[in-house]
C-alpha cells in the first residue's frame, strides 16, 4: 500500500462554498453537481516549486515598474506565509495584482472611467525568505465600482496567489485594508461564512514596517494548508 | 499550536496582470521524451456560453512517471527540460491549448499504478475557490482500473478523458463545463 499524508480539511465556514448567490458571477458558474472526495495521491501532495531565480528582486517594488513614480499613497505591504502547523514556508512564490490609486485596473476588460497611470502597472511577485516573510512596496489600491448590483463598490483589495509546496496548497485570495467602509457591503469578501476567518483576509497597520517619510505599512499574514501526521486510510 | 488556513477568494477577472508573467502553454522543454499531445478545449458556463475569463493551471509527472518535486522519490529519471506544470488562460471564445507530453503512471492509494492523468486547477472570475479535476487519455488501457476514476460514477467519467480530434493525430480535446448535464466532475479535496 502506497499511502501519502493527507493534508488538512478545513474547519467548516472558514472557506466558501461555490454558490455564493449575491455575488452574481458565480450563479452560472459554481458547479451544481456534488464534488467527488478523492484521497490524496502522490499527484496532489507534490506540486510546481519556484525558487528565488525566478523573481527579479525589483519584481516586489510596484511604484519602481516605470520611469516615473505612481500617483497614490505608497504602502508596505508585507507579512509571513505559514502552514497550518505554524511551519514557515520558505522559498515560495507570492504574486499579486490590484488597481491603480484610482480604483482602474490596467486591463482591456475595466471599463471604469477612472485613469490609467502610466506609471503604475499593478503586478508584482515575491518570494519567501527562510522565515516565510515577504515584502511589497505598492500604492493603497482605490476602491471601485462593479456591476453585480445597483451602486456596486468593491472594497478596496490587492490579489493574491501563492503556489506552497504542493498541488494541493494552493491559493488565490485577497487582502483588504483595516476600516474601509465598504466591505459589509461586498458579497465577495462577505462569501465567507466565518466571521473571524473572513476578517483574516483583512491586513492590519503596521507601525514595525511603516518607513518615516516614506510609506505606511500593513501587514498580512498568510496560511496555506498543514499537512496531516499520518497518512490517511483508503 | 494550529492555524487555520486563509480563506480563498476568486482571481476576479484581471487576474492577467498578476498572473501572465507565468503563462505556460508549452510545457515541453529541449530534449524531452514522451508522447508529444496538444490538448485544447473550452469552458463553458451553466448557460452554455463560453466562459471568456478562465484560467487553467495543471500538474503533470514526466514521461516516466517521475514528478518534479522532493516527495517523489521514486527510482525513474527527471528531465530538466520538463517540470510538469501549466498556466493557460482561455481565450475571448473560452479556448485554451495546451502542448505537453502525456505522462508516465505514477504510483496510486490502493498500490498500483494510476492511468496517465494531469491535474486541472480552474480558476475564474464569479468562482470563489478553485475547481480541481483531472485529465485522463483516451485509448488507454490503464483507464479501467484507474483508483480515481472508478470512484466517479460511470456515466460522469467521460467528462475527464480527453477526446481524440478526427484528422489531427496527437491533438485531444478536454472541456470544461461547469454545469448542466454533461457538468465536469470536479474533485474534493477538503480544499
Known amino acids: ?234 | 499550536m494550529s492555524l487555520q488556513a486563509t480563506t480563498s477568494q476568486t482571481v476576479g477577472p484581471f487576474f492577467k496582470i498578476g498572473l501572465e508573467w507565468l503563462y505556460r502553454d508549452n510545457l515541453v522543454g529541449e530534449g524531452v521524451s514522451g508522447e508529444r499531445v496538444i490538448i485544447q478545449g473550452r469552458v463553458f458556463d451553466g448557460d452554455g456560453v463560453p466562459v471568456p475569463d478562465a484560467i487553467l493551471e495543471t500538474w503533470q509527472a514526466n514521461a516516466h512517471g517521475k514528478y518534479a518535486h522532493p516527495e517523489d522519490t521514486q527510482d525513474k529519471p527527471l528531465e530538466c527540460g520538463f517540470k510538469g506544470y501549466g498556466r493557460v488562460p482561455v481565450n475571448a471564445e473560452g479556448r485554451f491549448r495546451l502542448t505537453t507530453i502525456k505522462p508516465g503512471p505514477v504510483p496510486g492509494p490502493d498500490g498500483n499504478e494510476q492511468a496517465p492523468h494531469l491535474l486541472v486547477s480552474v480558476f475564474m472570475r464569479g468562482v470563489l475557490r478553485r475547481l480541481v479535476t483531472r485529465i485522463y487519455f483516451p485509448d488507454e488501457p490503464r483507464n479501467a482500473a484507474d483508483f480515481i476514476l472508478n470512484l466517479v460514477e460511470p456515466a460522469r467519467r467521460s467528462t475527464l478523458i480527453a477526446k481524440k480530434t478526427a484528422g489531427a493525430p496527437g491533438t485531444l480535446e478536454w472541456n470544461v463545463v461547469l454545469q448542466g448535464p454533461d457538468e465536469t466532475v470536479f474533485f474534493d479535496l477538503g480544499l
Open chain 1, 1 to 234: 500500500m502506497k499511502r501519502v499524508a493527507a493534508y488538512r480539511t478545513p474547519y467548516p465556514g472558514t472557506q466558501p462554498n461555490h454558490l455564493h448567490p449575491p455575488y452574481v458571477s458565480s450563479i452560472k458558474r459554481a458547479p451544481a453537481k456534488p464534488q467527488v472526495p478523492i484521497p490524496y495521491t502522490l499527484s496532489e501532495v507534490t506540486g510546481p516549486l519556484f525558487g528565488p531565480e525566478m523573481v527579479a528582486p525589483k519584481a516586489s517594488d510596484l511604484t519602481r515598474a516605470h520611469s516615473g513614480e505612481p500617483l497614490g499613497e505608497r504602502i508596505i505591504v508585507s507579512g509571513r506565509v505559514l502552514d497550518e502547523n505554524s511551519r514557515a514556508l520558505a522559498n515560495t512564490v507570492v504574486e499579486i495584482w490590484q488597481a491603480n490609486a484610482a480604483g482602474r485596473y490596467r486591463h482591456e476588460v475595466d471599463q471604469h472611467n477612472a485613469p490609467l497611470d502610466p506609471n503604475f502597472t499593478g503586478s508584482g511577485q515575491a518570494v519567501t525568505d527562510a522565515e516565510g516573510r515577504y515584502r511589497f512596496v505598492t500604492i493603497r489600491p482605490g476602491e471601485y465600482p462593479w456591476r453585480n448590483h445597483y451602486n456596486a463598490w468593491r472594497a478596496a483589495h490587492i490579489h493574491f496567489s501563492l503556489f506552497g509546496p504542493a498541488f494541493a496548497t494552493r491559493l488565490v485570495t485577497q487582502m483588504y485594508f483595516p476600516g474601509d467602509p465598504l466591505m459589509p457591503f461586498d458579497p465577495i469578501f462577505n462569501c465567507t461564512a466565518d466571521e473571524k476567518a473572513r476578517n483574516r483576509l483583512i491586513s492590519s497597520f503596521d507601525w514595525e514596517t511603516t518607513m518615516p517619510e516614506h510609506a505606511l505599512g500593513y501587514r498580512f499574514d498568510i496560511i496555506l494548508r498543514g499537512r496531516e501526521a499520518t497518512p490517511m486510510e483508503v
